[in-house]
């Protein structure tokens, strides 16, 4: 047990929670301003949903011993055994309580994610229903098969170091699918549907690239020189990816705020597979080459005129591919011994294992939110009536409105 | 120009007047000048043949039609009309499509709540246009 260690990843879980808050902002401001409190609630609602999941079997499903590579068993339900000492398969260095809930902290802001997809228009009932059965039947796997002892991603060798293919590419993804299958709002393409305060946004994108340090950082699990390497590789996308966004948006006209703020993140989702494993310059070119991506994809998203609202799969989904593949080529064992070296580095075998694990998650997230949404879209529902979406969901959903 | 009083039975009129958000600060003044003291603004949102205009979004750029307008009510007697509006039009007018459109309307009656004054005596303020060509004084100052 390392007291260092411990004190660094508990400040890291209150970085991590912080971002579901600030996630909530940066989608908040990008509504219109009748469907504020409920985009606000769509990621808060995490904190308390996956906070009651993740204890109860989430944590087991995701890291129990393992069944077939697949999934994990029931032993840690309800925290069973997981205790504050070090665990072997884990948490070396610190207590096994509390790389659990860390984990905790991934497992509520990826979900929130999705909801970028679906803002304005989604019943709060299916929602909370999908999201449950979004967390256990791809959530909870996936994590299991890139990060779990024993996952069959994780004994191909695959790296993720901070959730690139378990939180981005499968949050991305899931958006997409969401997206299809619910429909765009009322009236898109038709009348503009203009951000209520870019403010609130480039708060949120502020508070995300802080807490971003704790998702990153933290994920060395120590406090060492690869945290340190993956705080600089982290704040360098991001640096650049802004500045990229910038140049882009100016080309088109003026450069936006919104664009900058949102090239920033777009920068923190390309880097989070890479941050432990490249160096601080192969994050620049990360950054520099997601920013792009992302743009022209959303430019490509608006021309089919695919209403997935605030681009979860330009932004996380497209990135985190990037990033992830980009960690099979800069990948290095001089930044992190317990990694691997990418193709740059004489290890031409990382970039298929890089490539696959890409196409696994964004197949599987993909194809089972498509299937999830559509059942529920059968039985129950995933929209509101037309009235409803009309007079917004702030008051429809939840009898509140955010400006009295 | 000979103009006619006629006392309590002066026609009520409404000017509302449609201009830019950026002339709000120039009108007000040169109506203060010449003696309007009573009126309201509003914030509001239109397009006359202006159009719209682009703004920046995340990844390019979207048309928005409907500007932010300044609406400014005015409720006068009839013959202060004509200098009211000439003052509104020479304060808000830049020369370019967008400086917007003044609209009059009769008005049928007005009541002071505090006092119970009706008609023009409702519509008078101490130093105001009416005073100042001594057409008559505000009754309550």
Not at chain 1, 158 to 177: E, M, N, P
Not at chain 1, 188 to 201: F, Q, V
Request: glycine share 12%; with cysteine; aromatic share 10%.
């Amino acid at each position: 047990m390392n007291s260092g260690d411990t004190a660094w990843m508990l400040v890291s879980c209150a970085l991590v929670l912080l971002m579901t808050p600030a996630l909530a902002l940066f989608y908040g401001g990008m509504v219109r301003r009748k469907n504020v409190l409920s985009t606000l609630t769509l990621s808060y609602i995490f904190m308390a949903l996956i906070g009651v999941q993740w204890l109860l079997y989430g944590y087991s499903l995701a890291f129990g011993t393992d069944i077939g590579g697949l999934i994990g068993g029931l032993n840690f339900a309800g925290f069973n055994g997981v205790d504050a000492l070090p665990n072997d398969d884990y948490s070396k260095t610190i207590p096994h309580s509390l790389f659990a809930a860390f984990q905790m902290m991934f497992a509520v802001i990826t979900p929130a994610l999705i909801t970028g997809a679906f803002v304005e228009r989604v019943n709060f009932k299916s929602f909370l229903l999908f999201s449950l059965l979004w967390a256990t039947l791809v959530y909870d796997p996936l994590c299991h098969w890139v990060w779990g002892q024993g996952g069959w991603l994780k004994q191909l060798g695959v790296l993720d170091f901070a959730g690139g293919t378990v939180v981005h590419i499968a949050a991305g993804f899931s958006a997409l699918a969401f997206a299809l299958v619910i429909g765009p709002r009322k009236g898109y393409g038709k009348a503009p549907m203009e951000p209520h305060s870019i403010p609130l946004t480039v708060l949120g994108a502020g508070l995300l690239w802080v807490g971003w340090f704790g998702f990153n950082a933290g994920s060395a699990l120590a406090a060492n020189g690869v945290a340190v390497n993956a705080l600089l590789t982290t704040n360098t996308s991001a640096a650049t990816a802004g500045l990229v966004w910038m140049m882009l948006s100016w080309l088109d006209g003026r450069p936006s705020t919104l664009g900058i703020a949102t090239g920033m993140v777009v920068g923190l989702a390309a880097v989070t597979p890479a941050s432990g494993f490249v160096t601080p310059l192969a994050a620049m070119v990360i950054g520099a080459v997601a920013a792009p991506l992302s743009y022209y994809t959303m430019r490509f998203r608006d021309r089919r005129k695919l209403d997935e609202s605030l681009d979860v799969w330009a932004c996380h989904g497209i990135a985190s591919s990037w990033g992830t593949i980009a960690t099979g080529l800069f990948a290095t064992v001089a930044v992190n011994s317990d990694g691997a070296n990418g193709l740059f580095f004489g290890n031409p075998k990382q970039i298929g294992i890089q490539l696959l694990a890409v196409a696994v998650t964004m197949i599987f997230s993909f194809v089972v939110t498509y299937v999830v949404a559509k059942l529920l879209d059968w039985s129950i529902g995933l929209r509101v009536t037309a009235i409803e979406e009309e007079v917004g969901l702030d008051i429809s959903s939840h009898g509140e409105r955010s400006y009295s | 120009m000979l103009i006619f009083y006629f006392g309590d039975f002066a026609m009520l009129k409404k000017i509302e007047a449609i201009i830019r958000e950026d002339k709000v600060n120039d009108v007000k003044d040169a109506l203060m000048d010449i003696g309007i003291v009573g009126l309201n603004i509003f914030e509001i949102r239109g397009h006359g043949r202006q159009g719209g205009i682009r703004l920046v979004g995340r990844a390019g750029t979207y048309q928005v039609d409907m500007l932010p307008k300044i609406q400014v009510n005015i409720i006068l007697s009839e013959h202060n009309m004509e200098e009211t509006i000439q003052t509104i039009r020479k304060a808000a007018c830049t020369g370019e499509p967008g400086d917007g459109l003044i609209f009059v309307y009769p008005v049928e009656e007005v009541i002071r709540i505090r006092t119970g004054e009706r008609g023009q005596d409702a519509v008078m303020y101490p130093g105001d246009i009416d005073e100042k060509r001594g057409r008559g004084k505000a009754k309550d100052s």
